[in-house]
């Protein structure tokens, strides 16, 4: 079993900058891919970055050239720093984390942006 901690949402103006934490903890388990979801309200829940074990990143187009995807392996935690912040990226913003036990989710930090 692994357990995902998020901590960094927030609310902040547009234009301002947020940084996202996720740590996973737990045994026996090995980090495959780790990345961010986003669900707005009345929305579906869409991908946003992801980054695999060999550093390897993936963003989604609202995404690219504002958000930075990063992991630190020893500590098995990964951040998003998001920067120029737009109201439609107000969201709840869930860590995703891929293992050999299966895929896991955090229980989401809120994001909002005021315009």
């Known amino acids: 079993q692994v357990q995902l901690v998020e901590s960094g949402g927030g609310l902040v103006q547009a234009g301002a900058s947020l940084r996202l934490s996720c740590a996973a903890s737990g045994s026996g388990f090995s980090l495959k891919a780790m990345g961010w979801y986003r669900q707005a309200p009345g929305k579906q829940r869409e991908f946003v970055a992801s980054?695999?074990?060999?550093?390897?990143?993936n963003y989604a187009d609202s995404a690219k050239g504002r958000f930075t995807i990063s992991r630190d392996n020893a500590k098995n935690t990964v951040s998003l720093q998001m920067n120029s912040l737009k109201p439609e990226d107000t969201a709840v913003y869930y860590c995703?984390?891929?293992?050999?036990?299966?895929?896991?989710w955090g229980q989401g930090t809120q994001v909002t942006v005021s315009s």
């Open positions: 995703n984390v891929v293992t050999g036990l299966g895929v896991y």
């Open positions: 980054i695999i074990s060999g550093g390897i990143t």
